[in-house]
C-alpha cells in the first residue's frame, strides 16, 4: 500500500508517524487513537478548526467592502472548508453584515468524488470512493464533513462538480504561471470554475471568488511531473533542432 499522508500525534510531547495507507486510513486511525489513547485531533473534525476557517470567507467579504460575490468556488476534499464556508456566510448573513449569501461551487477530482456522487442524486445517500488524483489534499473517499457540508450547499444553494486531473493540472499551470504558485488541489477551483462556467451554470458577467487552499511548495513534486510547456526530448544533433522549430511555425 502507498505511503499515505503524514499525522502527527501529540502525546507526551510531538511525534510525526508515516503511515502506510491514504487520508481516509489516516483519519480512521487518528479517532481511534482519540478514543483508546487520548490523543487530541486537529484535523477539520476539530470544531475550532471550523471556525478557524470561517475567517477566510470574512476576510474576503472584507476585502470586497462587504458586497458579497456571486459564487465562492472551492476545492473539496475532506469538506471543512464547504462547511465552514457556509457556517461563516449564514453568520454573516444573521448578523446583517451581508443581505445575500453567494452560492457556493464545491469542486471535487472526478476520481475522488464521493461528495459529488452524493449531489447528483440529491444527497439521497452518502458514498465513499477508493480516491484517485494527483491532488493530493483532496484525494479523500470519506469526507468528515459530510452532513455539515451538505447544509451549506442546500442553504447557498449551491452545487457541486467534478474536473479531471487533465484540467485541473493545466488551471495549475496558469496559477503558477501568474506567479502565485498552488499545490494541484487548490487548482480546482479555478478548473471548476471554467467548466461552470462552460455549462453555463455561473453565467457571463458573475462576480467569482476561487479559493486557492494551499501554496506550491505543499506539493512541490506536481511542478517536476506536469508542465503545460513539456519539454521535448532529442538527439544532440543540428537537424533535430531544426525540425522542432519548423514544426512550431
Not at 82 to 95: Q, V
Not at 177 to 183: L, M, R, S, T, Y
Not at 209 to 216: D, F, Q, R, Y
Amino acid at each position: 500500500m502507498a505511503l499515505g499522508k503524514l499525522m502527527q500525534l501529540v502525546a507526551y510531547g510531538v511525534r510525526t508517524l508515516l503511515v502506510r495507507g491514504d487520508f481516509d486510513a489516516c483519519q480512521e486511525l487518528a479517532l481511534a487513537s482519540s478514543d483508546h489513547l487520548g490523543v487530541y485531533i486537529l484535523n477539520s473534525i476539530n470544531p475550532f478548526r471550523l471556525e478557524g476557517q470561517k475567517t477566510i470567507v470574512f476576510e474576503l467579504l472584507q476585502q470586497l467592502d462587504w458586497e458579497p460575490p456571486d459564487w465562492i468556488v472551492v476545492p473539496a476534499g475532506n469538506l471543512g472548508n464547504t462547511a465552514a464556508f457556509g457556517k461563516a456566510l449564514a453568520e454573516a448573513r444573521d448578523w446583517g453584515v451581508i443581505t445575500r449569501l453567494p452560492r457556493i461551487a464545491a469542486v471535487q477530482a472526478e476520481g475522488a468524488a464521493p461528495f459529488a456522487r452524493s449531489y447528483r442524486e440529491g444527497f439521497a445517500r452518502r458514498h465513499r470512493v477508493e480516491p484517485q488524483t494527483v491532488a493530493s489534499a483532496i484525494r479523500i473517499g470519506n469526507p468528515a464533513s459530510y452532513e455539515r457540508a451538505v447544509r451549506a450547499i442546500r442553504e447557498t444553494d449551491g452545487v457541486v462538480t467534478t474536473v479531471p486531473d487533465a484540467d485541473l493540472l493545466e488551471a495549475k499551470a496558469v496559477i503558477d504561471a501568474a506567479g502565485v504558485g498552488c499545490e494541484p488541489a487548490s487548482a480546482a477551483s479555478v478548473a471548476g470554475t471554467r467548466r461552470l462556467i462552460q455549462e453555463g451554470i455561473i453565467s457571463a458577467g458573475a462576480r467569482v471568488v476561487a479559493v486557492l487552499t494551499g501554496h506550491l511548495l505543499k506539493d512541490p513534486e506536481s511542478v517536476t511531473e506536469y508542465s503545460a510547456n513539456r519539454p521535448i526530448e532529442i538527439e544532440a544533433r543540428l537537424a533535430e533542432v531544426e525540425r522542432v522549430l519548423k514544426n512550431d511555425q
